[in-house]
């Protein structure tokens, strides 16, 4: 049983039709009491760090994602949901995240090449780093969607895989039960749908 945490930021329908699609039990929800019988949670999160983080602390939610995820149950981040997993934002400003994996997210402009549109929006391929169960039905070279204009800075041992996008950028990330990824995979057809499987399957 997973649970989609709900706490007004995020693409829930989509998530929840895509894993629905491939017969995995999926709801969104922003009880604390649900949260805490899922087997597994996913944390989604669309626009700025700030306003994301705003919500999940101002539902008191933060406090409980913290508490699930110690608690060594599998927890995964999506797009923002990723980020919001990391030590700190630089987005518009310096934020706290919920220091599930250690890092901080960074802008791409000064760090990519002048002439590659920031965001990034499009389908790039993986290139794996480390193993994880996260990526078992996935292979070096797979393509994925992203929508992003930060990424995260994290020592390569969390790192299960990254993208090109003119330097080479956090996709993917694990510490312990702790999994996120910066791609949508939602959005990215079969390859993400077998991501989501793998990670029911945690």
């Known amino acids: 049983m997973i649970r989609i945490i709900d706490y007004g930021v ?8 895509s894993l629905r699609s491939i017969g995995i039990d999926a709801e969104y929800t922003g009880d604390p009491e649900e949260i805490q019988k899922a087997d597994k949670l996913i944390l989604p999160g669309v626009g700025a760090f700030r306003d994301a983080r705003k919500a999940l602390q101002d539902t008191g ?4 994602v913290i508490r699930e995820a110690k608690s060594g149950k599998p927890l995964m981040g999506i797009c923002l949901g990723m980020q919001m997993l990391f030590e700190k934002s630089y987005e518009y ?3 706290e995240g919920l220091g599930l994996i250690p890092g901080e997210i960074v802008g791409m402009d000064g760090r990519i090449p002048k002439d590659l549109p920031i965001p990034h929006i499009g389908w790039n391929s993986l290139t794996m780093v ?3 169960p996260l990526m078992k039905y996935t292979e070096e070279g797979d393509y994925v969607y992203f929508v992003h204009s930060y990424y995260a800075d994290t020592p390569e041992e969390y790192v299960i895989a990254r993208t090109d996008y003119g330097i080479p950028m956090t996709a993917a990330v694990q510490n312990g039960n702790v999994y996120g990824c910066q791609f949508h995979p939602e959005k990215s057809s079969s390859v993400g749908l077998s991501i989501l499987k793998a990670f029911s399957e945690l």
Do not use: H, I, Q, T
């Open 10 to 17: 995020g693409n829930l329908f989509s998530l929840r039709s």
């Open 61 to 64: 939610l933060d406090r409980v």
């Open 93 to 95: 400003g310096e934020y």
């Open 130 to 132: 480390n193993p994880s």
